[in-house]
């Protein structure tokens, strides 16, 4: 069963920094597009940033340009979201999936919790 597993979450100051990192199992990796998302209680799950298979293309959502940077380890099935400048509204459960521009993958993984807060 195609599976990804997210880590790297955990409570930061404002203004702190953190890197996820999601493993992918049971799919050829470095063909897909990757992406992270992030989701908050009431509300859709929202594309935070997204990498080609090669690496070589990158999206970002307005709210995290310049702060956050994706990328990917096609060698170790690993994608990576380092998170610079963060601030209580990047408060949220991150989730990866495969697809550039809408998730691709049906079983959605347990998510990190990132929290930003004095």
């Known amino acids: 069963q195609v599976r990804v597993a997210e880590s790297g979450g955990g409570l930061v100051q404002p203004g702190g920094s953190l890197r996820l990192s999601c493993v992918a199992s049971?799919?050829?990796?470095?063909?897909?597009?990757m992406s992270w998302y992030r989701q908050t209680p009431g509300k859709e799950r929202e594309l935070v940033a997204a990498i080609s298979g090669d690496g070589r293309m990158t999206n970002y959502a307005d709210s995290v340009k310049g702060r956050f940077t994706i990328s990917r380890d096609n060698e170790k099935n690993t994608m990576y979201l380092q998170m610079n400048d963060l601030k209580p509204e990047d408060t949220a459960i991150y989730y990866c999936?495969?697809?550039?521009?809408?998730?691709?993958?049906?079983?959605w993984g347990q998510g990190t919790q990132v929290t930003v807060s004095t």
């Open positions: 999936n495969a697809g550039f521009k809408m998730a691709v993958l049906t079983n």
């Open positions: 049971r799919f050829t990796f470095s063909i897909y597009a």
